[in-house]
Nanobody, 120 residues
Framework: VQLQASGGGLVQAGGSLRLSCVAS????????MDWYRQAPGKQRELVAH???????DYADSVKGRFTISRDNAKNTMYLEMNSLKPEDTAVYYC???????????????WGQGTLVTVSS
């Protein structure tokens, strides 16, 4: 299984970006799909969380500005980021909890990260 994240880039404060993450390989089911980020000198933090059942949650710092969505048929997740701030600058990582076969334990898989830079 491989995850490929894309969509990062340089944007001015107040602008928008849309990140994507697609999983490929042998996949039976994807449970959680999450976005994390890691700013320079800081620990990786959870930005947005979604479950197959439809539960969604966000870090307080992005509530009202970021929207997570998923297309289960395409094994794809998105993060719509609006009203971006310089403090949103970070490498954004996608994380899927995937079961390869029916009845198997689901494991975490990570994308390679995509850099988002917000200039003031």
């Amino acid at each position: 299984v491989q995850l490929q994240a894309s969509g990062g880039g340089l944007v001015q404060a107040g602008g928008s970006l849309r990140l994507s993450c697609v999983a490929s390989g042998s996949i039976f089911s994807i449970n959680a799909m999450d976005w994390y980020r890691q700013a320079p000198g800081k620990q990786r933090e959870l930005v947005a969380h979604s479950t197959r059942g439809g539960y969604i949650d966000y870090a307080d710092s992005v509530k009202g500005r970021f929207t997570i969505s998923r297309d289960n048929a395409k094994n794809t997740m998105y993060l719509e980021m609006n009203s971006l701030k310089p403090e949103d600058t970070a490498v954004y990582y996608c994380n899927f909890v995937i079961a390869i076969k029916a009845g198997d334990v689901a494991y975490d898989y990570w994308g390679q990260g995509t850099l988002v830079t917000v200039s003031s």
